[in-house]
């Protein structure tokens, strides 16, 4: 293969900024290398970010939920698998996912632990999987 060209995957990143406040912008997952999983497969693009122990959740907000302010419990990505959700972190940026796309939480220690705020999208609930950091 002639010198394919690498990958590049959007994410939000909720992280706490040096003033305790909690914030969000989109990034990009770019550290590919194109390997095989192993056996006769063929060649994908990876991206290990995180090594250590952690923590799978399978999770569905119900049409109602409403989560007011909170912090990520830990640091975890959050990809929903149907429906959508919204964030809302401290300096007022709101940001709005659907199926696939993803967010990075880390916005622990914020000013008297305030986070961020998160709820669905069209009244409909939304299953999500968690892939928390632990310790």
């Given at each position: 293969?002639?010198?394919?060209?690498?990958?590049s995957?959007?994410?939000w990143h909720v992280y706490t900024d040096a003033d305790g406040i909690s914030?969000?912008?989109?990034?990009?997952l770019t550290d590919f290398d194109?390997?095989?999983m192993g056996g006769s497969s063929g060649e994908q693009?990876?991206?290990k970010l995180e090594k250590g122990e952690m923590q799978v959740i399978f999770?569905?907000?119900p049409a109602d939920f409403n989560g007011d302010w909170h912090e990520n419990p830990a640091p975890q990505w959050i990809i929903p698998l149907s429906g959508g959700w919204w964030v809302e972190t401290m300096d007022g940026t709101r940001v709005e996912m659907r199926a696939g796309e993803i967010s990075l939480g880390e916005d622990q220690g914020t000013n008297g632990g305030k986070?961020?705020?998160s709820g669905?999208?069209?009244?409909?609930?939304?299953?999500?999987?968690?892939?928390q950091k632990k310790g």
């Open positions: 293969m002639p010198n394919p060209q690498k990958p995957i959007p994410y914030r969000q912008k989109q990034e990009h194109l390997e095989s693009w990876n991206n999770s569905e907000l986070g961020h705020k669905v999208l069209d009244k409909q609930p939304c299953r999500m999987m968690i892939v």
